[in-house]
């Protein structure tokens, strides 16, 4: 899914997120796809809606349903030049709609990952990759 034309935004997934994702269903990953594909020519699709408790919207959350079950991928534009893909997941839980907790601390540990990986690649000092 990563495309390096100059257009477009590089798109980069931490942790288990690609392979998580992979395992979505074919309908869901390609909805997930385009939606990402969108994200990477700086549009912002419908199905996007920020992930509470992120501060705004530079974490964001791709909410998918398909045969009564919730897929969601989550990735954050806080970095310049770059879209980071921080989670995919399947919602398991039955009742509400709130993230469960063990997902938004993975989420926090891949934010603080993505951090690491942009820094090092000399984005914060303004260098080329």
């Known amino acids: 899914m990563s495309d390096t034309r100059p257009d477009l935004k590089r798109c980069i997934f931490i942790g288990s997120s690609l392979k998580d994702l992979k395992r979505f269903p074919e309908k869901v990953r390609n909805r997930v796809g385009y939606a990402l ?9 419908m199905a996007a ?8 919207r530079s974490v964001l959350e791709l909410v998918e349903d398909l045969d009564g ?3 969601r991928a989550v990735y954050t534009v806080r970095f310049a030049g770059a879209i980071y893909v921080l989670h995919a997941f399947q919602k398991k839980a039955k ?3 709130a993230t ?3 997902e938004i601390e993975l989420i926090r540990s891949r934010l603080r990952d993505a951090r690491v990986h942009y820094d090092n690649r000399g984005h914060a000092k303004g260098r080329k990759p």
Do not use: M, N
Not at 37 to 45: F, L, N, S
Not at 49 to 56: D, P
């Open 95 to 97: 009742a509400g709609v």
């Open 100 to 102: 469960p907790q063990h």
């Open 49 to 56: 809606k920020a992930l509470k408790g992120f501060g705004g």
């Open 37 to 45: 594909h969108q994200i990477q020519r700086g549009a912002e699709p």
């Open 69 to 71: 079950d919730t897929y």
